[in-house]
Structure formats: C-alpha cells, structure tokens
C-alpha cells in the first residue's frame, strides 16, 4: 500500500517537473530586486512603510516556486521573499488578511490600524501552488491597456506583483522592432502602416486577422510605443518577473509578395467580414526559408533591444484554420516553428494561447491537438488553457499529452462590464487542474480580454494562488465587504450574499451571455433580442435594496460608491428587459398606447442610467477618450486617436464588423451613441404602428449605421473627464423610482425562458432562517441604530 502511495507520487512528480522551464527564473539581484519592491511598499503604503522591511533572498523558493516568510522583528512586518514578487504578495497577503486591506484597479481601501496587527510569534510561511502566475490576454493591451502613460502601467505593475503575477505578458512597442527587420528587407514605412494596426486595434493585426485597420500608424506612436515597452520590462525585470515577449507566426506585410516574389505566401481567410482593404492577411509559409530569416531576425532584434526571457507567445491560428488538417502537417507546423526560436535563442520556451482549440474545435480533434503539441520537444511548449473555468480543454487532452499547461480564468469578453462569475468553478476548478492524474499544470493564469469589472471575481481567483483548499464561498465574501469598505456590516453581507448566488453563480457553462444587454445593443424587432438570464433577478434587486439602505453609513467611501453605481447600474439594465419586452408586446398588438407607454419607459430609463454613470469615475467614456487623445503631438494624431478610442467601444470595424463587442456601460456612450439608437428604433416603430405598414430590421440597421454608429466614430464632441453629480443621492432617488413597479412576475418567466435552473434558496433564508422578509427586516433596521434584525415569523 504504502509502495503505491510513493509511486504515484512520484509519478505525479514527474510530470509536472520540466527542467527546461528553469531558464524562466529570474536572475536579477537580489538586492536589485530588494530596492524595487522596497520602492514598491512605499508608493502602495506611504508614510507606512517605515513599518514594513522587504528582504530578498532566492533559497526560500523550493524547485523555483515563489514563496514568502511574514513576521515581526526590530517593530517592523518583515517580509523576506524568494523575488521581489514573492515579497509584493507577502504584504498583500498581511495587508489583506491581517488589515483587512484591499487594493484593485478601481482603487483601494487602505485604512492600516494605528498599531500593526500582530503574527503569530513563529511568523508565518507561505508558498505559491505553482511556479507561474500569468497576465493578460493578447486583448488586454488593446481594449484595457492601450492609453497607458507610464504612471499608468507603473500602478497595474504594482498590483500584478501584490497579486502574485510572475509571468505578464509584455507585448508594447513590437511593431518598432518589425519595422527594422522588414526595412532591412526593403520595405517602406508605408508598406507596413497598411499592415500594422491602429493603436487601439494592434492586437488583432497581430494576430492577423486584419491588417492596417484603425491606422496609418504613425512614427511618435510606434516609437511611443517602444520608449514604454522599455520602462515596463525594466520594472517587471526588476521585481523578478518573467515578461512574455512575442515571436513571429508568419503574418507578413503584402509587400513581402512584391520583394520577394517567390515566397510562398497565401492569404489567411475573412475574418468577421473585414473588406478587402483590411481583410486576409498576408501569411508566409512556415516551410519558407524567409519564415525562419524573419523569425530569427525578429527574436535577435528584440533581444538587442530589450534583452532576453525566453520566453515568447506565438499564436499562429488564432480564429484562423490551418490549411491542412493532417497530423503530418500540424507536426510539421509545430517542429518547424520551435525551430526558428531555438535557432533565435536556444533556451527558448514557446508560449501559445489553446484558444483555437476552444475556438475551431471542430478542426482541431485530439489528434490535432496532439500533433501540434507533441512536435515540440517536451517541456519547450506551455500552453494556456484559456478558458478553463467554462470550456476546458486539458480534461480531454490527457493533460495536454504531457506538455506544461497553466489553469487560466478568461471571464471577460470585450472588456464588458456586466456583473458576471462563476464564483464555484473558480474556487474549485485549479485544484482539479492539479489534482488530476499525470496533471502537468505548471500555473495559474488571469485571461480577461478586459479589466476594470467584477472585482470581486479577480480577488477571489488570484488568491487560488497561495490557497490550500478551496474556499467556504460565503465566509469569504464577508470577508470581502469588510476588506473592500473598510468595515463590516451585516446588510451590506447580505447584500453581497445575493450577488454571489446570483449574478456571481452562473452554472450553465454558457459561454457568451453576457454581452448582449437591452441598452448597449443595436435594437432589433424581428427577432427579438433576447438576453441571456441566468439567475433570479430579484436576488440582483435585493442586493440593490440593500446597498442602498446601507449608503448613509459609508459616506465618501469610493470604493462602496463604486459598487453602489455599478449595482445599480446592473438594476437599470435588467429593468430595461422588462421595457423593452412590453414595448415589442405592445408593438405587435397595435396597442399605441401601452407602445408609447413602454418605449418612454424605455428612454427615460436609459437617461436615468447616463445620469447615474456620470456621477462616478469609473464609468466615464470622457476619460477613455482624453487618454487616447494624450498621446497626440499634433491635431492630425488627435483625430485619429480620438477615432481609434471610439470606434473600438462602438462600431468596431468600418461597418460594424464586431459591432458592439467592445461595448460599455459608460455615461458618454449612453448620451452619444446608444441612446440616438433607441431613439432612431422607436421613431420607426411609431411610423409603421401610426401608418399600418411593416416594420423592417434591414431598414432600421442601414439607417442607424449612417445616422448614428457611423458618425459616432468620428465625432469630436468632448465628454466629462470628472463625475457630475452625488452619485448617493442619484442611486437613491433611482432606486425608489424604479423598485416598487419592478414587475418580479416578468423575470419569472424571462428566467424560465432562459432554461434557468431551478433557483437557489435565498442567502437571507440560508442566512437567517426561512420565515426572513426584508421589508420587516428594513422598517426595524431604519428604526434601532441600523442594527439588523428581522421578524421570525
Ligand atoms: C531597530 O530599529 C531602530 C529604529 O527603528 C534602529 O535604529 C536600529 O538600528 C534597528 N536595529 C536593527 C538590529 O535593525
Ligand atoms: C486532491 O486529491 C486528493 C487525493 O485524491 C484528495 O484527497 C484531495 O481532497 C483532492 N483535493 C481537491 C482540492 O480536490
Ligand atoms: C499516467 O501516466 C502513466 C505513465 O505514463 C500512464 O501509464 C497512465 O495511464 C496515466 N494515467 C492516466 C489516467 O492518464
Ligand atoms: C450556485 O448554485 C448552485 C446550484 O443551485 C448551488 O449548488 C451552489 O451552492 C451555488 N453557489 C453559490 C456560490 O452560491
Ligand atoms: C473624503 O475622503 C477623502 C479621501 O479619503 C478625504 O480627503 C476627504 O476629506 C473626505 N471628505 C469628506 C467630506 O469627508
Ligand atoms: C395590427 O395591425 C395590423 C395592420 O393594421 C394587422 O395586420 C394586424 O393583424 C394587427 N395585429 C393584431 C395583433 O391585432
Ligand atoms: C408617435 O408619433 C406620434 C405622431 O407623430 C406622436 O404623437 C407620438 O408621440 C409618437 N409616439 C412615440 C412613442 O414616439
Ligand atoms: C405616417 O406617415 C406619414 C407620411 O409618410 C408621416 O408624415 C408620419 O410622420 C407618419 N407617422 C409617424 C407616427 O411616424
Ligand atoms: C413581509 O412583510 C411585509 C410587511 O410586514 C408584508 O406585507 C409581506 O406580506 C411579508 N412577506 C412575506 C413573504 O411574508
């Protein structure tokens, strides 16, 4: 028995050590990385960080794997770390767990008691569960990260060492170093602004899967661009990450096909519909002697530039099939393509995104998988299972058939900003990862095509990092009210029960629900829109009710304010379903009344949210476009920057071809874009209600395209860079205009529509037992010093 036990474990072992990863460790100083976060505590904790001594010392890490020892000496909190990362966690993980502290993007709640909390007098150790902790999505950079000045980048630095992150993505300033190898080959400055991306829209060129769109780039934005890149890879360097550089996956400019006309050079297929001016990117050959010279080139150019990681991200079909299917072919793809980075770098470590398995899985069978991933030396691959909290893909892949692969939470499509979580699957979810038989999770990764939402989600996950076990759910979120407001309260606890059973509860593994909400969605009659439900509204309401009633005791609280508005902007969203399926009713029984009724209802509602985002910062669209039009030097940059910020959160594409996927619940996009859209809808409805004639979709699009989506883009009318208004006594009068004519029966059967599963027992009743009823509960609270208590029966 006992021999089994052994053996399994070493089995177990074995496969999850890869030597070859080892070159991913970093060699920066200890002192230098000393210094770094050293500099790190004082900006996060100011006149504090007398109180605070960070030590650097690399033996603490077994087999490379971070870890941290937290305790007292001298009056101070010593944290002595394996990196300058190990050590960032460590005073997170005091500020968090023993301050009751919080630091996310939309700010931080750092009220530090007067006399430091006490460790227990032999410290405390903790090590990480994995050896890498991975950032970003290739959209990140594009739809969070694209206006960040220095400043900027420094803060997400911080907090990516706070949260543990070691392995960031740093893809900035690559199109400057393209530019030398393809001039060295020839080429025009011209020649690659009809390749490379516009600012907001690198990603995708990137990824080819257009090319030029959102440009012509200029020179001070490439050289921007490369002036940042440095300063973020000497920072990440210095705190002892990994960043991930990016490699060459074949897409080439179209002069390539006039400088070297024997290439062999196709075209990628049409992506999203993107006309030919911007469509099917030029793809060279991997089997190509210019594949490997450019590849290389690229690697060693990078290399003189910013130095080296070994590590680079390639992706070479994303969203886009490989011609051939055949294992031959796909082997052939894999072993030729690691060849060209270990012909750059010897030591290279190629990094892919499992995506497209996700993406084209009708293409890519395990045989495929297999193929492609096995071509690659063990060890010298590592993949991202991209999605692993709804689509994994590790589970049927034998772990990936024996290449490393890190557990990665996607969540957020577009950088959309619905309250949205699988709260469960991510607090169990990694430990199946490595739990499974010949695992070979070698990490953990945050995916999210956008930040800046559901902060919630990305606490919870991020401390999957340390945790033994998964968590008691509910315990935790408490915990969180207290962290993130500075004090606990039992309504807000409640509050946040309801949101974690409901919106943060999502069971149906359905992928893409999220982004189409009635008021950020260009308006259809036929069919319907239909917007995916899958939690009892009213559990959303509650938790509304009860922030509200809770307000007054957390005055000039941003961080409560934050939530305040972005609950009870949910609340608006989800009554706009109710308006706008009664006006469609009302529509097609030619009942003119309830129609003018509804589509008022449905107006007037979408003005009250533009009033309710723009008394809080978060939710600015002037902020987004100030931010692009930042990085002009002349009026000419201005506008093409300033078209760049808007057409990526709109339109997307010259005509819409990923029409709202980027879509934000922002004042600003509200005023200028969705509501005239609304508008526009119900004006046409009105004229075939009024005149008997058919309403007619087709119609409506082309017009709404001219009228309003088109010339959004290229407006220059400015919006509020700073909140109008007292956002507490907005959602307050927002609230009591909107709850009591909320009708509760609708979203019964809208839920029930959705397929919803059957609906929890309520957090009040789990809570405190089944006879709870709030409206008792809120005419004592309101009466007796806002202590909660409630009739039993
Ligand atoms: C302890 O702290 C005091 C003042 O904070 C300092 O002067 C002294 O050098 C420290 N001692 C050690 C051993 O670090
Ligand atoms: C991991 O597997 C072990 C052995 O089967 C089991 O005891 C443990 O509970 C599992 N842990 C998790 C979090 O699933
Ligand atoms: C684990 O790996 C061993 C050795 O390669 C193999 O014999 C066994 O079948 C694998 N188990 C599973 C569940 O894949
Ligand atoms: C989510 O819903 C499922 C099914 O109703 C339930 O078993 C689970 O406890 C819920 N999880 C949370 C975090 O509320
Ligand atoms: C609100 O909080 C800020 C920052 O904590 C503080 O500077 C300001 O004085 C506070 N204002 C009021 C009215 O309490
Ligand atoms: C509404 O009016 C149109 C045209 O007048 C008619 O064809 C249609 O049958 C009416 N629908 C209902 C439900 O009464
Ligand atoms: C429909 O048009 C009529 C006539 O122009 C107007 O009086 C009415 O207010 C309009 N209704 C809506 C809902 O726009
Ligand atoms: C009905 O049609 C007439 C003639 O085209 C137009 O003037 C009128 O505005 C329409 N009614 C509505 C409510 O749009
Ligand atoms: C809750 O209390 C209110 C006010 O006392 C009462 O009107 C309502 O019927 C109660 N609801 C339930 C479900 O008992």
Redesign the pocket.
């Known amino acids: 028995m006992m021999l089994i036990v052994l053996t399994l474990l070493v089995c177990v072992g074995e496969a999850k050590e890869f030597p070859s990863l080892d070159v991913l460790y970093s060699r920066v100083p200890a002192d230098v990385q000393q210094r770094t976060v050293t500099a790190l505590i004082q900006r996060v904790v100011g006149a504090r960080a007398s109180q605070f001594k960070a030590t650097v010392d690399p033996t603490i890490a077994e087999k490379k794997i971070d870890a941290f020892h937290l305790y007292h000496s001298n009056g101070t909190v010593s944290v002595k770390g394996s990196t300058g990362v190990a050590v960032a966690m460590g005073i997170y993980y005091y500020l968090s767990n023993y301050c009751n502290c919080q630091i996310t993007w939309g700010g931080q709640q750092l009220h530090i008691p007067k006399e430091l909390p006490k460790l227990p007098k032999s410290g405390v150790t903790v090590s990480a569960n994995d050896r890498f902790r991975f950032y970003q999505n290739v959209c990140t950079v594009s739809y969070s990260f694209v206006w960040y000045q220095w400043e900027d980048w420094e803060k997400q630095i911080d907090w990516m060492a706070l949260h543990g992150i070691n392995l960031p993505l740093a893809f900035n300033g690559q199109e400057a170093i393209f530019q030398r190898v393809y001039m060295k080959m020839g080429m025009t400055f011209k020649d690659m602004q009809q390749h490379f991306g516009g600012p907001a829209f690198q990603a995708w060129a990137r990824m080819g899967n257009f090319r030029g769109w959102g440009g012509p780039t200029t020179q001070t934005w490439l050289d921007g661009q490369l002036d940042l890149q440095h300063k973020i890879l000497d920072r990440m360097r210095a705190l002892g990450m990994i960043p991930v550089l990016p490699g060459f996956a074949g897409h080439v400019p179209e002069a390539m096909t006039r400088l070297y006309p024997a290439a062999d050079i196709s075209r990628l297929p049409n992506w999203n519909g993107f006309d030919d001016t911007y469509c099917c990117t030029y793809l060279l050959d991997f089997a190509d002697p210019l594949f490997k010279l450019i590849g290389v080139n690229f690697i060693k150019e990078m290399e003189y530039e910013f130095g080296v990681d070994h590590i680079y991200q390639i992706d070479s079909f994303n969203e886009m099939q490989p011609k051939s299917g055949s294992a031959q072919y796909l082997d052939e793809v894999g072993s030729r393509m690691f060849d060209v980075l270990q012909t750059a770098d010897p030591d290279a470590i190629w990094l892919m995104q499992g995506w497209l398995f996700h993406f084209d899985s009708s293409f890519w069978h395990p045989e495929q998988i297999r193929a492609m991933l096995t071509s690659v030396p063990k060890g010298r691959i590592v993949v991202l299972d991209l999605y692993s909290e709804v689509a994994p893909i590790y589970t049927y892949t034998d772990s990936y058939y024996g290449q490393p692969f890190i557990w990665c939470m996607l969540h957020d499509f577009g950088g959309t900003s619905e309250l949205y979580g699988v709260l469960d699957k991510i607090n169990t979810g990694p430990f199946e990862g490595r739990n499974m038989t010949n695992s070979t999770m070698v990490g953990l990764g945050l995916t999210p095509e956008g930040i800046n939402q559901n902060e919630v989600i990305y606490e919870f996950f991020l401390e999957n990092v340390w945790r033994k076990q998964p968590r008691d759910v509910s315990k935790w979120i408490s915990d969180y009210t207290t962290k993130r407001y500075g004090k606990y309260n039992k309504i807000v606890d409640l509050a946040w029960q309801y949101l974690k059973s409901s919106v943060y509860n999502d069971t149906t593994n359905n992928g893409d629900h999220r982004s189409r909400s009635i008021p950020t969605s260009r308006p259809q009659y036929n069919p319907p829109l239909k917007p995916y439900l899958w939690y009892d509204a009213e559990d959303l309401y509650q938790a509304w009710d009860l922030l509200i009633d809770s307000a007054d005791q957390y005055k000039n609280n941003s961080l409560f304010q934050y939530d305040l508005v972005d609950i009870s902007r949910n609340s608006l969203m989800m009554i706009s379903l109710e308006n706008y399926n009664k006006m469609i009713a009302a529509y097609q029984n030619n009942q003119t009344s309830n129609f003018g009724l509804y589509s008022q209802m449905l107006l007037s509602l979408l003005n009250d949210m533009e009033t309710l985002l723009a008394s809080d910062s978060h939710f600015l669209l002037g902020k987004w476009i100030a931010a692009a039009k930042q990085w002009a030097n002349n009026f000419n940059e201005a506008i093409l920057l300033e078209f760049n910020a808007r057409n990526l959160v709109s339109l997307w594409g010259p005509k819409g071809e990923v029409l709202d996927y980027g879509r934000k619940q922002w004042s600003g996009l509200l005023k200028g874009y969705y509501i005239p859209r609304w508008r526009l809808f119900i ?1 046409m409805l ?2 075939s ?3 008997h004639t058919q309403f007619n979709d087709g119609l409506f699009s082309q017009f709404v395209y001219e009228k309003v989506e088109l010339p959004f883009s290229n407006q220059l009318d400015i919006y509020p860079t700073e909140p109008i208004g007292d956002a507490y006594a907005i959602a307050k009068s927002l609230h009591k205009k909107y709850r009591d004519i909320i009708d509760l029966q609708f979203y019964k059967k809208y839920a029930m529509m959705c397929k919803m599963r059957k609906t929890n027992t309520s957090p009040a009743v789990k809570k405190y037992g089944k006879h709870f009823n709030r409206s008792k509960a809120h005419v004592k609270m309101t009466n007796s010093n806002l202590q909660f208590s409630f009739d039993r029966n």
């Open positions: 004006e009105n004229y209600l009024s005149n």
